[in-house]
T-cell receptor, first 112, second 110 residues
Framework: SQQGEEDPQALSIQEGENATMNCSYK?????LQWYRQNSGRGLVHLIL?????REKHSGRLRVTLDTSKKSSSLLITASRAADTASYFC????????????FGPGTRLSVLP | DADVTQTPRNRITKTGKRIMLECSQT?????MYWYRQDPGLGLRLIYY???????NKGEISDGYSVSRQAQAKFSLSLESAIPNQTALYFC?????????FGSGTRLTVV
């Protein structure tokens, strides 16, 4: 198993701005997933990008993956107060996206 | 109904008591997990199960035990609760699309 390292640890922006958070990992992966956690709630799956993909979009979310640099980024465009949450990346080691380990995440605060 | 249901949602228990946290899922996934989250930290894996007959320890299994009663049910027990087991506990399932988490059980040991 391996842990994704999210950066920055905390991010504060104004509503309407874009938010970018990054994830680095150490070994080869099959895919990488991003999750959101609202305070005290369970993690919610946002998006999965496979190792043969470079970019993926889902609504206001854009995820990139650079396997040569072992890094991924999550961009949230036109952020809203409801996007305030912690965001976690999970490098997946097999077809099931198994990772087991989640890092401390990026705490995003979107100010109205 | 939620895909992954955890009971209870909140529990306060005394030091030394045995407590069981229950998890059931309707996803039909074989793989199930128990995680613990402490304030400001990531999730740490307690136990995981790839099928009914397969149970594996995670990084912080000491003081915990699990039972996989069926494909849909995976329970976590604290044999003798201690205050530093106060945390938010999550059950999860997974398939090739990723994880599905329950809403969590907030456990306080006094």
């Amino acid at each position: 198993s391996q842990q994704g390292e999210e950066d920055p640890q905390a991010l504060s922006i104004q509503e309407g701005e874009n938010a970018t958070m990054n994830c680095s990992y150490k070994t080869s992966i099959n895919n990488l997933q991003w999750y959101r956690q609202n305070s005290g709630r369970g993690l919610v799956h946002l998006i999965l990008i496979r190792s043969n993909e470079r970019e993926k979009h889902s609504g206001r979310l854009r995820v990139t993956l650079d396997t040569s640099k072992k890094s991924s980024s999550l961009l949230i465009t036109a952020s809203r107060a409801a996007d305030t949450a912690s965001y976690f990346c999970a490098p997946g080691l097999d077809n099931y996206g198994q990772n087991f380990v989640f890092g401390p995440g990026t705490r995003l605060s979107v100010l109205p | 109904d939620a895909d992954v249901t955890q009971t209870p949602r909140n529990r306060i228990t005394k030091t030394g008591k045995r407590i069981m946290l229950e998890c059931s899922q309707t996803k039909g996934h074989d793989r199930m997990y128990w995680y613990r989250q402490d304030p400001g930290l990531g999730l740490r894996l307690i136990y995981y199960s790839f099928d009914v007959k397969d149970i594996n320890k995670g990084e912080i299994s000491d003081g915990y035990s699990v039972s996989r009663q069926a494909q849909a049910k995976f329970s976590l027990s604290l044999e003798s609760a201690i205050p530093n087991q106060t945390a938010l506990y999550f059950c999860a399932t997974s398939d090739w699309n990723g994880y599905t988490f329950g809403s969590g059980t907030r456990l306080t040991v006094v």
